[in-house]
C-alpha cells in the first residue's frame, strides 16, 4: 500500500513538488539550527500566505516525502516537540533517530496484540521494512524565495 509518505517524488502534483521545494530551501535558509526553530502551525500560516491550500496534515505528509526520498540533502529535517529544522550535525541527527526510534517501538509494543489477534507473523513488519527502498534524490528547485 503506497501512503503519502513512501510515495514516489514524481507522484507528486506540480503544486506539492513546488511547496516542498519552497520548503527544503526555507529550512536550509532560516531554519537550519536548534536554536532556530519554527512550529508546524508557523509554517501552514506562511504558506497559505503564499496563496497555497494548505494544512498540517499535508505539511507532515510532504515532510515524509522529503525525508523518506532524502531531498534535503546533504542534511535532514528534524524536528522535536518545539519545531522543524535543518541541520548537518550529527549529534541532532543522531537525537532525531534515537526519538524516532523511541516512538516506532512504542508503536510496536502497542499493536503487538494484533499480531495474534489477526493472525500476522510478528516478523512481517520487518519484511515490509526490509522493502523500503532509498530512491535517488530528484531536484526541487523553487523560484519562490523562502519562507522567512
Same mark, same amino acid.
Do not use: C
Given at each position: 500500500m503506497a501512503t503519502a509518505t513512501n510515495k &514516489?517524488?514524481?507522484? /507528486? @502534483?506540480?503544486?506539492d513538488k513546488k511547496i516542498a521545494g519552497l520548503l527544503i530551501l526555507s529550512f536550509r535558509t532560516n531554519y537550519n539550527s536548534a536554536d532556530r526553530k519554527i512550529k508546524n502551525d508557523t509554517i501552514v500560516k506562511k504558506v497559505?500566505?503564499? @496563496? =497555497?491550500?494548505?494544512?498540517?496534515?499535508?505539511?507532515?505528509s510532504l515532510l515524509g516525502?522529503?525525508? !523518506?526520498? !532524502?531531498?534535503?540533502? &546533504?542534511?535532514?529535517?528534524?524536528?522535536?516537540?518545539? @519545531? =522543524?529544522?535543518?541541520?548537518?550535525?550529527? +549529534? +541532532? /541527527?543522531?537525537?532525531?533517530?534515537?526519538?524516532?526510534? @523511541?516512538?516506532? /517501538?512504542?508503536?510496536?509494543?502497542?499493536?503487538h496484540p494484533l499480531y495474534e489477534l489477526l493472525k500476522i507473523d510478528p516478523d512481517q513488519i520487518w519484511m515490509d521494512a526490509k522493502g523500503i527502498t532509498q530512491p &535517488?534524490? &530528484?531536484?526541487?528547485?523553487s523560484t519562490d524565495r523562502s519562507i522567512q
Open positions: &514516489p517524488v514524481q507522484e /507528486l @502534483g506540480d503544486t497559505i500566505e503564499r @496563496g =497555497y491550500k494548505f494544512s498540517g496534515a499535508k505539511l507532515r516525502v522529503i525525508r !523518506h526520498n !532524502h531531498l534535503a540533502r &546533504p542534511g535532514f529535517i528534524v524536528s522535536d516537540n518545539e @519545531g =522543524y529544522w535543518y541541520t548537518e550535525k550529527r +549529534e +541532532e /541527527l543522531e537525537e532525531f533517530w534515537e526519538s524516532q526510534r @523511541g516512538r516506532v /517501538l512504542e508503536i510496536m509494543k502497542n499493536v &535517488p534524490a &530528484p531536484v526541487l528547485n
